[in-house]
Nanobody, 124 residues
Framework: QVQLVESGGGSVQAGGSLRLSCAAS????????MGWFRQAPGKEREGVAA????????YYADSVKGRFTISQDNAKNTLYLQMNSLKPEDTAMYYC?????????????????WGQGTQVTVSS
């Protein structure tokens, strides 16, 4: 029933920008966590950014602070990730996730639903 669909990925040069979108459906968009996670070949999935929809608190991985911004549009049931000053090490498959619970933040194991992912490739 819950469906998350990512879009906005692509290939850019280092220093460029992308905005990822995650369209959510199948549930009431309120008082839950939504997050962006990424996984590069040979590496574990890592939390990039998360937001608590009930209060708007945001959380970021140290590696993206100051460069990425997570936001939401409750009217459209859509989550965004604005990615600026992209680096080659940002190259990965990016996934949108949703979860219900206490202090999910950037803990991937606590999220219940996942999108199919969108590829981000940053060239030097």
């Amino acid at each position: 029933q819950v469906q998350l669909v990512e879009s906005g990925g692509g290939s850019v040069q280092a220093g460029g920008s992308l905005r990822l979108s995650c369209a959510a459906s199948g549930y009431t968009y309120s008082n839950h966590y939504m997050g962006w996670f990424r996984q590069a070949p040979g590496k574990e999935r890592e939390g990039v950014a998360a937001i608590y929809t009930g209060g708007g608190s945001t959380y970021y991985a140290d590696s993206v602070k100051g460069r990425f911004t997570i936001s939401q549009d409750n009217a459209k049931n859509t989550l965004y990730l604005q990615m600026n000053s992209l680096k080659p090490e940002d190259t990965a498959m990016y996934y949108c996730a949703a979860g219900w619970g206490f202090r999910l933040r950037l803990d991937a194991s606590k999220y219940n639903y996942w999108g199919q992912g969108t590829q981000v490739t940053v060239s030097s």
